[in-house]
């Protein structure tokens, strides 16, 4: 399966810039042969020493995915009885612009990441009364690719709710620590999520996440008082219990760069809470791609 670029902060890309022509669809290098895609650019501390060997300090640990170049080269074809300027106008409004880039893929999927476009270059000459050959340059700020958004509720854990209804919950077992099948359904890690945990009934006064198929655990000690929420972004890293930062009751994960991680396909989850009272609130995160 491929893919094609098909808008930029709203403004549909030409189907012409592709076919004819090319897209590097975001993994990474940009390519000369039509519909081909990128293989990547990941960005590495490896240091050459003497003798011809090699030191590689992220051992097995994925190198991260850095900024990227993404290109969509092709024609623009004018109206019927009109001219390109009106669309060539429309992309060279759009430089600078920090927007979002959507690919879709041949089976109607589609993803999106934060880009700005860079460079719009076109190309006139006499002959070029109804067309004219147009490159797109973005630059990508950070993969992943969002996909599908994703959204868990938790309903009254704790002892306090009904029996701890499986059901109810949502959860694949009864009683704390509850087990949740979360699902990535794209190709490598997510690390975005956002956990908003409200106290019901009465205060929350423990509470550790631990993604037992990556390993990543964090936990909060601090008191999330009844009817108050607590909200941790792991990728903006914050914390705030009840709208106000509170990182000294934070422990993060040890022997991980990031907070927290979904890797591809099912995730099994636990929540381990204290509390004498209920838990409601939902987790959200989106399919991650490359």
Known sequence: MGYWLTSFAGVTIPPNLGQPGSHDVGAGHMTNRPGMSGSGVVHHPMVALPGGYIYDPQGSVIGPRGAVDVTAAGILIAPAGGNCKAQLDTWLALLGVRGSLVRTGDDGTTASVTARLVQAEAVRKYVHRTHMPLSLIWTVTGLPWTGISRSFPMIDLGPNAADDDVSTTGADSAGSPYTFSWTNGGNVDQAALVFTITAGGASITALTVTNTTTGHAWSYTAAVVAGQSLVIDTAALKVQNNGADDYAH???????????????????????????????????WSDAWV
């Open 250 to 284: 934070f422990t993060p994960p040890t022997g991980h760069e990031n907070w927290f991680e979904l890797a591809p396909g099912l995730n099994t989850i636990t929540f381990a809470v204290t509390t004498t009272g209920t838990v409601t609130g939902s987790i959200t």
